[in-house]
């Protein structure tokens, strides 16, 4: 069994691990300062922790896209390498919307990255993207694409949604706005009224969206809905939501506010998760100063109902050692 590195990638939170067909691994994550975008690729997950990481792209000074770069994805699109991100704008800096960059090359490592702009709403959609949006992911299924995202109703102190869409491109709907998701438990609910950092996994038969609720401290956690593979994914009816959430914090292991993940395939078929989450619970001022939610790994099993399990207890977590103080938490 291999043994993957815990903490994959020290001080990257929102990490997302993209395989492509020809078996490379690319890491992309929020960047500390929260003003660039940078990836880095392996030909294994463990060789992503020490790969060169290229930065692609730089926030602007002013106006959109010149604040809060956060949670961006790399995903091949209709024959694109595209990244997704949210940023916000100066002077407001809580106008943060989705936007995307663009590679013009078949390799995203060397080829340049050109901005996409603002992801675009269909034709007859007057509400995806017009208040804080963020969290943007992509998939595709039986030959259709989709993009699911979270949205506040109420800037950026209100109710944080995930939404449900077909894409025409890469950056343009096709459809209009379905709520998939509201934050319905308490559980959803601390400190702020959340859902947002959906992440999706096909398997058994199903589709599986994992997401991110409450707070960003110890209170942070994951939930989940599925539907049938086959079922209308525009469609709310076709999503069940579980009632609890399948990851939180777990204080003997030093696991704190785990969330934000991606799903991929590990090098030995197996499905993994890889998430942030802080090794203490205690944080000095703004949450948004800490930097150390750090990236891991985390082995995904499943119930006899095909159903993902993301059992804490049976992790190898900090098995590699931090290289200094500040990255642990412990200044």
């Known amino acids: 069994m291999v043994k993957y590195n815990s903490p994959l990638a020290v001080q990257r939170a929102d990490p997302y691990v993209y395989k492509h067909t020809d078996g490379s691994y690319y890491f992309t994550a929020t960047f500390p300062d929260y003003d660039r975008i940078a990836i880095r690729r392996a030909s294994t997950i ?8 290229r930065t692609v792209w730089v926030r602007h000074i002013f106006g959109p896209m010149s604040s809060h770069i956060w ?9 694109k390498w595209v990244i997704y991100f949210a940023a916000g704008s ?24 050109s901005e996409a702009g603002m992801m675009q709403s269909a034709k007859d959609d007057p509400y995806s993207f017009t208040d804080f949006s963020l969290d943007m992911t992509v998939f595709e299924h039986q030959n259709r694409w989709y993009t699911i995202w979270a949205e506040k109703v109420g800037r950026q102190h209100g109710i944080s949604n995930l939404y449900i869409a077909e894409l025409e491109t890469p950056t343009k709907l096709k459809t209009v706005q379905v709520l998939l998701t ?7 609910r601390e400190l702020f009224w959340v859902n947002e950092g959906p992440t999706v996994l096909k398997k058994n038969g199903k589709l599986f969206v994992a997401y991110s609720a409450s707070g960003t401290g110890a ?9 049938d593979q086959n079922s209308d994914l525009l469609d709310p009816t076709s999503w069940k939501k579980r009632n609890k959430p399948v990851c939180q914090t777990n204080e003997k292991l030093k696991v704190f506010g785990p969330g934000h993940n991606s799903f991929v395939e590990g090098e030995e078929g197996e499905t993994l998760c ?11 001022g703004d949450p948004l100063e800490d930097h150390n939610r750090h990236a891991h790994i985390m082995r995904v099993e499943f119930d006899e109902n095909g159903e993902p399990v993301f059992d804490l207890e049976k992790q190898d977590f900090y098995n590699v050692p931090f290289t200094n103080e500040k990255q642990a938490g412990i200044n």
């Open 274 to 284: 890889v998430l942030h989450f802080r090794s203490y619970e205690k944080i000095i």
């Open 90 to 113: 100066v002077p407001d800096v809580w106008a943060i919307r989705p936007y995307a960059i663009v590679c013009d090359s078949d390799d995203p490592m060397t080829g340049k990255w």
């Open 71 to 79: 949670a961006p994805e790399i995903h091949y699109v209709m024959g």
């Open 46 to 53: 463990n060789g992503l922790t020490t790969a060169e990481e």
């Open 182 to 188: 509201t934050p319905d438990y308490e559980w959803e």
């Open 219 to 227: 209170m942070y956690c994951m939930g989940m809905l599925s539907a």
